[in-house]
């Protein structure tokens, strides 16, 4: 039996650290929540990372080298600078032997330590990168079109053009496989859809934009469900896989590893390479909304055996951002934003909104997640 919680009731799984700051949770008898028993039932049991995972994973290397051959490239993979996809491009080049065509998508917002990071990484493994540079003034437009409609996932825009970007790439360069960092080990639980709803759903961009925002997209990259997830994979036949859901990987040792290897930076926190995702999820999002995307960080790790409970609690106990950094980060994002410093508060202060106040393709997704899991094809997912 699973009980809803009322919505005034505080209550906190007793194995990972979500809890009622996550509307949709439910708890079982024990008090364990549904992202855990979710992981227990859907996951863990079709999880391999032994022989059984490489060996799954050989097959696919395998199929991948075959399309590739006489082309310069046999897949293509998006770095960002972070642990998942610098380490994903390690192991694509030097475990698995793959010719991957390394791309990065400047949404404008880079750290140094990600430039630092993606040019130690690709000279150290003597890869060329392609550098997609979206245009400012209409990415900055979009970001604040997202900012002034209230809602939760104002880091669409990074994310829509990323994932955009390299849904083209693979179209225009003709790649059947399409690499990505996606991992159960630092991501087994992930953000619930009230937090970060669908960065892709390009009706709910558009009218976001429609709405607020003051500049024509006429550069910025789009992708829709039905393009992607349809046209792309069915019929052009482009597949997207996850290397490091065959193998061990642990978040630790792998930066380790890339920091003496590479002389790759470590990051405070996970998806800090870009200085906007930074604030949003360490300052933004808790502030506005309650919302502390290390919950889901730090539950995932849980589960994976990687972090204690314990130690979670702890470092929740502190606050994402630094304290005595915010206000200079805070007129750093308006001023880049090209607005008041005020202006900017007024937004934060402002009501909040939903995904649903906006148009959207949610039940889309719904009947596609739902087909995915019947088929067994896609496992976990946001709910
Ligand atoms: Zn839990």
Same mark, same amino acid.
């Given at each position: 039996?699973?009980?809803?919680?009322?919505?005034?009731?505080?209550?906190?799984?007793?194995?990972?650290?979500?809890?009622?700051?996550?509307?949709?949770?439910?708890?079982?008898?024990?008090?364990?929540?549904?992202?855990?028993?979710?992981?227990?039932?859907?996951?863990?049991?079709?999880?391999?990372?032994?022989?059984?995972?490489?060996?799954?994973?050989?097959?696919?290397?395998?199929?991948?080298?075959?399309?590739?051959?006489?082309?310069?490239?046999?897949?293509?993979?998006?770095?960002?600078?972070?642990?998942?996809?610098?380490?994903?491009?390690?192991?694509?080049?030097?475990?698995?032997?793959?010719?991957?065509?390394?791309?990065?998508?400047?949404?404008?917002?880079?750290?140094?330590?990600?430039?630092?990071?993606?040019?130690?990484?690709?000279?150290?493994?003597?890869?060329?990168?392609?550098?997609?540079?979206?245009?400012?003034?209409?990415?900055?437009?979009?970001?604040?079109?997202?900012?002034?409609?209230?809602?939760?996932?104002?880091?669409?825009?990074?994310?829509?053009?990323?994932?955009?970007?390299?849904?083209?790439?693979?179209?225009?360069?003709?790649?059947?496989?399409?690499?990505?960092?996606?991992?159960?080990?630092?991501?087994?639980?992930?953000?619930?859809?009230?937090?970060?709803?669908?960065?892709?759903?390009?009706?709910?961009?558009?009218?976001?934009?429609?709405?607020?925002?003051?500049?024509?997209?006429?550069?910025?990259?789009?992708?829709?469900?039905?393009?992607?997830?349809?046209?792309?994979?069915?019929?052009?036949?482009?597949?997207?896989?996850?290397?490091?859901?065959?193998?061990?990987?642990?978040?630790?040792?792998?930066?380790?590893?890339?920091?003496?290897?590479?002389?790759?930076?470590?990051?405070?926190?996970?998806?800090?390479?870009?200085?906007?995702?930074?604030?949003?999820?360490?300052?933004?999002?808790?502030?506005?909304?309650?919302?502390?995307?290390? *919950?889901?960080?730090? #539950?995932?790790?849980? /589960?994976? =055996?990687?972090?204690? @409970?314990?130690?979670?609690? $702890?470092?929740? +106990?502190?606050?994402?951002?630094?304290?005595?950094?915010?206000?200079?980060?805070?007129?750093?994002?308006?001023?880049?934003?090209?607005?008041?410093?005020?202006?900017?508060?007024?937004?934060?202060?402002?009501?909040?909104?939903?995904? *649903?106040?906006?148009? #959207?393709?949610?039940? /889309?997704? =719904?009947?596609?997640? @739902?087909?995915?899991?019947? $088929?067994?094809? +896609?496992?976990?997912?946001?709910?």
């Amino acid at each position: 039996m699973r009980e809803q919680v009322s919505h005034d009731e505080y209550r906190i799984c007793v194995n990972c650290v979500m809890d009622t700051s996550d509307s949709a949770i439910t708890f079982d008898q024990k008090g364990v929540c549904d992202h855990c028993t979710g992981y227990y039932r859907d996951i863990l049991p079709n999880w391999h990372t032994d022989a059984r995972g490489r060996q799954a994973l050989d097959q696919i290397v395998e199929k991948i080298q075959k399309a590739g051959q006489g082309r310069e490239f046999d897949c293509i993979l998006g770095v960002s600078g972070g642990i998942d996809s610098s380490y994903l491009t390690y192991v694509a080049k030097e475990i698995l032997g793959l010719r991957p065509l390394v791309f990065h998508v400047d949404a404008g917002w880079n750290s140094q330590i990600a430039v630092n990071n993606i040019e130690k990484l690709v000279d150290g493994l003597g890869l060329d990168l392609y550098t997609e540079v979206i245009d400012w003034k209409e990415i900055k437009d979009l970001q604040l079109a997202f900012i002034k409609s209230g809602v939760s996932h104002i880091d669409t825009p990074q994310d829509h053009a990323f994932f955009a970007t390299m849904y083209k790439f693979a179209s225009d360069h003709k790649v059947k496989y399409i690499l990505t960092g996606a991992n159960y080990s630092t991501e087994c639980v992930r953000n619930p859809k009230e937090w970060m709803y669908f960065q892709s759903d390009l009706a709910q961009l558009k009218d976001i934009h429609r709405q607020f925002g003051q500049r024509p997209l006429k550069t910025y990259p789009t992708t829709s469900i039905l393009w992607h997830k349809v046209y792309l994979r069915y019929i052009r036949g482009i597949t997207l896989v996850d290397p490091l859901n065959y193998i061990p990987y642990f978040k630790d040792e792998a930066m380790q590893f890339l920091e003496e290897r590479f002389g790759w930076q470590k990051y405070p926190q996970k998806h800090f390479e870009s200085r906007f995702t930074k604030f949003y999820e360490s300052y933004w999002l808790p502030k506005k909304f309650g919302y502390d995307t290390r *919950r889901v960080q730090y #539950s995932s790790l849980i /589960l994976t =055996d990687q972090m204690s @409970r314990e130690q979670a609690l $702890l470092q929740l +106990e502190e606050p994402a951002y630094d304290p005595d950094a915010i206000a200079h980060e805070f007129e750093y994002i308006a001023t880049k934003l090209g607005i008041p410093v005020e202006e900017l508060e007024g937004y934060l202060n402002a009501p909040n909104k939903s995904y *649903r106040d906006y148009r #959207s393709q949610d039940q /889309l997704y =719904d009947i596609g997640a @739902r087909v995915l899991r019947a $088929l067994g094809i +896609e496992r976990g997912g946001k709910r």
